[in-house]
Nanobody
C-alpha cells in the first residue's frame, strides 16, 4: 500500500510562515502530480496547489503569491511553503499524490494524507 505522511502544521500568527511537507512511501514506482488541499470548518475541501512531475505548479487565486509548492521526486515528497499567512488560511491541509505503483504499468492511483492542522491567529 501507499502512505502519505504530513508534517509542519501548527499555530502561527497572521503574517507568519509555515512549511508543510508530505512524503509518500510504500509500493511506489514514481509519483506523478502531487497537490495540497485544505478544508476549513463548515466548508468544502478546496484545491490549494498542484505540481506536476516536471515541476509545473498551479495555485488557487487565494494563495497565489503567498504559497509555493515544490517537490523532490527522488524522495517522493511534496512541500508547501506558506508565507504571509492569514486567518482565512486556517484549515486542515491534506496532501494528495497521483502514484504510479508498478514499473510495468503506467496506471496511477490517488492517495491522501491524514491531514495536518494549520491555525492562523489574528
Amino acid at each position: 500500500q501507499v502512505q502519505l505522511v504530513e508534517s509542519g502544521g501548527g499555530l502561527v500568527q497572521a503574517g507568519g510562515s509555515l512549511r508543510l511537507s508530505c512524503a509518500a512511501s510504500g509500493s511506489i514506482f514514481s509519483t506523478n502530480a502531487m497537490a495540497w488541499y485544505r478544508q476549513a470548518p463548515g466548508k468544502q475541501r478546496e484545491l490549494v496547489a498542484t505540481i506536476t512531475s516536471s515541476d509545473s505548479a498551479n495555485y488557487a487565486d487565494s494563495v497565489k503569491g503567498r504559497f509555493t509548492i515544490s517537490r523532490d521526486n527522488a524522495k517522493n515528497t511534496v512541500y508547501l511553503q506558506m508565507n504571509s499567512l492569514k486567518p482565512e488560511d486556517t484549515a486542515v491541509y491534506y496532501c494528495n499524490a497521483d502514484v504510479r505503483r508498478r514499473a510495468w504499468s503506467t496506471a496511477s492511483y490517488s492517495y491522501w494524507g491524514q491531514g495536518t492542522q494549520v491555525t492562523v491567529s489574528s
